[in-house]
C-alpha cells in the first residue's frame, strides 16, 4: 500500500491527537480517533470518533479494523489488546515492545541502564522497608514513583527524610509496583525531542530547557542556554534512546542537567510531547506532522530551529467550570505570538487547556514577551449557563 | 462578544476553505462549512457542514443562524443572499459590498482606476462591434472576458487578430456582460497577498513570482526576483487596493510588471489566495490564519518570509477517476519538501487536486529541488473500483 493511502488511527483525542491530526490532514490523511468524551479536542477534526474508554478492547479492535496503522497521544492505554492485534499483524508504532517497556517507569530505566544510559539509581519497592534500605545506599530525598500510571507529578512522591518514609508508601501503595530513584540535585530540567523511522532513520529537534511548576510543565525555552557541547550530548542521549527502544514515532527524553559534564535520563515518553510544543512555531517541521510521516513509512523532516521561542502552558484557573478565553486580542498585538486553544469544554484549575508560544530574535527577548503574555492570556472557567428551557 | 468565541462560517469547503479551517482549529474556533460536495476538503474537520448550493438562500441563512461571523473561499456566491443579511445586521467579511464590486471584473476594474492604480485599459462589451471599437483604440491582441464567474482562464478569451473578433464574441457571450482589456506584454506575473483588519491595519506578504500554464497557476517563487524598488511598489499597490474596496481579510492582487517603473493591477480576488500557499510553510503567520484572525477581529500577525519558497500545484493527472497520489516518499527524501493533498475523492484532468512546497537557501535552489519535486510526485485518476457486492 502506498504510505499516503495508510488510514490512521488515534488512540486518545486530547490536545496531543488534535495535533497529530491538523498535520496529517495537511497531507490528506483519513483519520479515526478513539476518546471516551464525545466532544474531546481531535473530535471535530477526525474522520471518525469511536467514543469508548482507552481500555475497551472491542473499541481498540474496531480502531484497528478502521486503521491501516494504529498510533497513540498517550501511554496509560491496553496494551494486552494492541499485542494481540499485533500479533495478528496490525500495524502498530510505536510497538507494542516499546510502550510496555516505556509504561512501566521500573522497566524503561532498567533498559535504560542496560545499555549503559545514565539515570538516577533506583529499585523496585514492595514494602516500605524497601525504601529504607534504598535510603540508606542512595540517602534521602528519594524520589518514590508508582511504575505505572504517572503523569505530570501524579504518582510521584518526595520523601524527604526518613520520617517520611511510611507516609510516601502509605499514600502511592494500593497493591501497584512502586520504585524509588536516586533525588538528582539538577542544574535544569531539559528536553529532547526525537522522532524515529521505520528505517531506523532518526532526526533530533534543539533542547528545550523545561520549567515547571508544581510538577506540571509551564514553560519551555529554546534555545536551552546549555554549552554546544551539553547540547550535543543531550542529542546524543536522545539518539540512543530511540536505540534502546526500537521507537519508531516522535518520543520525548526529560533530562537532568547535573553538571557540565553530567545529563541523567529522567523519564521517556513514547510520543509527541508537551515540551515539543515549541516546534510548532520553531521548527521547520514539527514534532506532530513527523510523528505522523513516522508511522505511515514517509522520510523524516526537517527539525532546524527556525528561531528562538518560548512556549507557556494554559492552565485552567479560577474554578471549574466552561471555558472561557480572555486576553487573546491584547496578547496579539505583541509580534510572534501564536495561542493555541485545544477546546476541551470544560476548564478545570491545573488542566491543560491550551498553550502559547512566542518568538523573538534571542531566547531573553522571547521570554520577555512571554511573561507579559502570560499576564494577558488566561483560561478560566465560568458558572455553566442554563438555558431557558432547560437544555 | 469575545473574538475568541466566535463562531464562523465559511461558504465553499474547497482546499481554501480546508486552509482556513485548519487555522481556525488551532485557535479553537467553531467552523461551520456550506458545500454541495458531501466529501469536500472542509468536510472532516468542520465542526457541521451545510450540504447545499452555494446559491442556496435558505442554505445561507442558515449558515447565518449557526454563525457569528460568515467568510468564504470563493466569490462566485449568492450576493443578494449575503446582502439581505447583512442589512439584518450579520457580520460577513469581507464585506457583502467588497465582493460585489470585485465579483464583477468591470466595476472592480472601475473602482481601481477611479483611484488611480494602473490597470489594462479596459471597455464594457455589448455587441461584437465593441470589441472592434476597442481593438482600435487599445491595438490587438485583446483579452474578452466574461465580468463575472470567470476563473482560472475560464470566461477568458485571447483575441489575437480582428479576424478573431466575432469567434470571440461568439464563445463568451450568453446574454451575460463582457468586456476587453488591453493586452499587457509583461516581464513577470506577481502577485501580492495582503490582509487587512476590522480596525483598517494592513500586512504585506512578500511579493511571489508565478508562472501559468494553460491560465492555471503552475509556480509560485518567493522572492520574485525583482528590484527592492518594485517589491515595494507592488506592496504599495497591494495596500492601496485593499483601501480602495475596504477589505477585510486576506485578498490577492495579482499584477503585471511590465518594465522596471510600470506594475499593472490585474485581478484582485477578496479571499486567500493559490499563490499564497507558500507562506504556509515560508511565512511566520499563513495567509490563512491572517484571514481567520482579520474576519473575527484578532490583531495581523506577522507575514515575514522565513526562508525561499517554491510552490508547485498539483493538478489531476492522466485521467478522471479515484484520486490516487504517488512518489510523496520519494519526495521526502528531499529536504524541505511539503506536500499538501486536498482530499478531493475524484481526480480530474487539471483540477487542483494538492501542491508541494520546497524551502532552500535560495530561490534558485529551491526551484531546482522543486523540478526534481515535480517529476516524483503526481495526483492521478485510478478507475474506480466496484465492490463485489455491487456497494
Do not use: W
Request: proline share 3%.
Amino acid at each position: 500500500m502506498n504510505n499516503i493511502e495508510k488510514k490512521i488511527g488515534i488512540i486518545g483525542g486530547g490536545q496531543l491527537g488534535k495535533m497529530m491530526i491538523l498535520e496529517a490532514k495537511r497531507l490528506g490523511f483519513y483519520v479515526t480517533t478513539l476518546d471516551p468524551t464525545f466532544d474531546c479536542p481531535s473530535h471535530s477534526i477526525s474522520d471518525e470518533h469511536i467514543v469508548a474508554d482507552f481500555h475497551d478492547k472491542n473499541a481498540i479492535f474496531e480502531l484497528a479494523q478502521k486503521s491501516d496503522v494504529i498510533t497513540y497521544e498517550f501511554e496509560h492505554i491496553n496494551v494486552q489488546a494492541l499485542s494481540e492485534l499485533e500479533e495478528q499483524g496490525k500495524i502498530i508504532y510505536p510497538s507494542v515492545k516499546s510502550l510496555r517497556t516505556i509504561q512501566n517507569k521500573y522497566s524503561q530505566k532498567q533498559a535504560l541502564a542496560e545499555k549503559g544510559i545514565l539515570v538516577p539509581r533506583f529499585g523496585l519497592v514492595c514494602k516500605a522497608e524497601d525504601i529504607y534500605k534504598y535510603g540508606e545506599k542512595f540517602g534521602f530525598p528519594l524520589m518514590l514513583k508508582t511504575c505505572k500510571d504517572g503523569y505530570d507529578g501524579k504518582g510521584n512522591y518526595l520523601i524527604k527524610t526518613k520520617e517520611m518514609v511510611q507516609a510516601g508508601f502509605d499514600a502511592l501503595y494500593k497493591n501497584n509496583e512502586l520504585m524509588v530513584e536516586e533525588f538528582i540535585s539538577f542544574e535544569k530540567e531539559i528536553s529532547i525531542l526525537a522522532t524515529r523511522g521505520i528505517n531506523k532513520e532518526i532526526v533530533i529537534y534543539p533542547v528545550g530547557h523545561n520549567i515547571h511548576e508544581n510538577s506540571i510543565l509551564d514553560t519551555t525555552i529554546v534555545p536551552a542556554g546549555i554549552s554546544a557541547q551539553l547540547e550535543e550530548n543531550a542529542k546524543e542521549i536522545g539518539k540512543q534512546v530511540m536505540n534502546v527502544f526500537d521507537g519508531v514515532g516522535t518520543f520525548c527524553v526529560e533530562m537532568f542537567v547535573k553538571d557540565a559534564n553530567t545529563i541523567y535520563v529522567n523519564e521517556v515518553a513514547p510520543r509527541p510531547h508537551n515540551s515539543g510544543h515549541y516546534t510548532i512555531e520553531g521548527c521547520r517541521v514539527n514534532q506532530f506532522e513527523n510523528h505522523i510521516r513516522a508511522v505511515v513509512g514517509l522520510p523524516l523532516g526537517d527539525t532546524s530551529l527556525i528561531c528562538p521561542v518560548v512556549m507557556i502552558n494554559l492552565l485552567g484557573q479560577e474554578k471549574n467550570g466552561k471555558t472561557k478565553v480572555i486576553g487573546v486580542e491584547e496578547a496579539y498585538k505583541i509580534t510572534g505570538v501564536n495561542v493555541h486553544v485545544y477546546g476541551k469544554k470544560e476548564s478545570k484549575i491545573a488542566r491543560k487547556m491550551g498553550h502559547f508560544t512566542v518568538t523573538g530574535n534571542s531566547a531573553e527577548e522571547a521570554l520577555d514577551k512571554a511573561n507579559k503574555v502570560r499576564e494577558l492570556v488566561k483560561i478560566i472557567g465560568c458558572p455553566v449557563k442554563i438555558a431557558q428551557d432547560g437544555k
